[in-house]
């Protein structure tokens, strides 16, 4: 997947952008003159873009545009400049007599695609996830719903080369992954390894700040601090801070394992299986309790999720006791369910909410939980939540989504989301409007 800012050449990855390109251009062609508008707007407007895409949209206008505006940063090239040592568990002494491992930070971004400059009210997006490789550049495909990485997949499906500017783009969701150095052949292997089991060895990865929020030129000094929390698959927290030369083990209360980790209001929250949250100062790692623990929580993997700037828990376990189908009926029903809670900040408590998402579809994973409203997705109800799950596989485990699942919140009932009457291609296939791209660039 490529864009560039200029229309006849795509150069450079964008994986680091978050689009909504309906403020840049209009369906209908306009009579103004935008050439006559002058340098110190165009250069001020495009310092209100929130994000690379954006800016590269907005530069290809006209030739004003791009000679106004200069071009974004590169921010993978700051990620990948980091050098972050051996992550949590790492075993040293597997390694002796050679050197030991650097990582740094790769983005991870779930887009929702829809092709540009047609209605977009009953036109369902397609929500993939992908990373830009810090190596080679290259963009890989990664599951939405579960975080797993696609090296095989039906590409007759899916087009090798997609130009972003022919789509509107939009980020609904960024998390963070490790991923090793590698400086020479000999550590091709070592870092094929780690790939391969990344999703299970750092579960999760949150940062402060994102490097794009750092000025450049203090990130040239290196005036700036910069900090890393990862939960590791086993349930333990490690902290990295810049500069410091291991991870720091972290304990609250004298817990050890928690089920989910969040970036919020310039401070790590960490959220243990009992609805217990903790704060953790980026810098100092002072550990502050905030609300729980929560009398006769249910066991089960619990999710943060932020929304209207506010802190929510998703809670999901396995129970017997769920609807059945009816008689002769082809619906399939999951032994799953589902409950949300709010976090009442005034009593630092935790309420369990029954209609808070009427007109929100909520997704929950490793990968960062986010909410998209109903009307952007055809064929959705409220009330429902998307996630990851190993009870919803099926036949085939070659494609993003394979394990995905819809539960309704409301009804307390849950599908396969590949049996979803309306949004069994949330994820796969890629719709027509991109499979015919690939068609005509085949013929």
Known sequence: MEADDSHGSSKSNTTETDTSMAVIRRDKPSTRDWTRIPYSLLVDISKHLPNTHEIIFFRTICKTFRHAIPKPPKILRRYSSLEIPAPVDYDPSRHRGQKLPIFSIIPSIVYAVQPRGQSLKNTKPWLVRIIESS?????????????????EMPMNDFPQRLNLLDYQMRVVSKAYELDLTISDREDRSMKDKFDSVKPF??????????????????????????????????GSLHVWRRGDKSWSLITCDGISSFEDILYYKEKFYVLNHMGLIFIVDPQTLYITRLAGPMPNMAAGIKFFLVFCEELFMIIKYWTHNYPKPEKN?????????MEAFKLDEANNMWVELDQEFEDRVVFVGDGGSFTLPVDEIPGFEGNCVVLGDVTFSGNCMRHPGYK???????????????DHPNCSDLFWPPPKWVTKELTSANS
């Open 135 to 151: 190596e080679t550049g290259k963009v890989m495909l990664k599951d939405t719903s579960c975080m797993f990485q696609y090296t």
């Open 201 to 234: 060895f750092v579960r999760k990865l949150v940062i402060t700040p994102t490097l794009e929020q750092v000025d450049e030129k203090a990130f040239v000094k290196g005036d700036y601090k910069f900090a890393a929390m990862a939960l590791e698959g086993g």
């Open 329 to 337: 009926s082809d619906t399939i029903h999951y032994p799953i369910h």
């Open 404 to 418: 995905a699942g819809v539960y309704n919140l409301k009804n307390h009932t849950s599908m396969a989301i590949r």
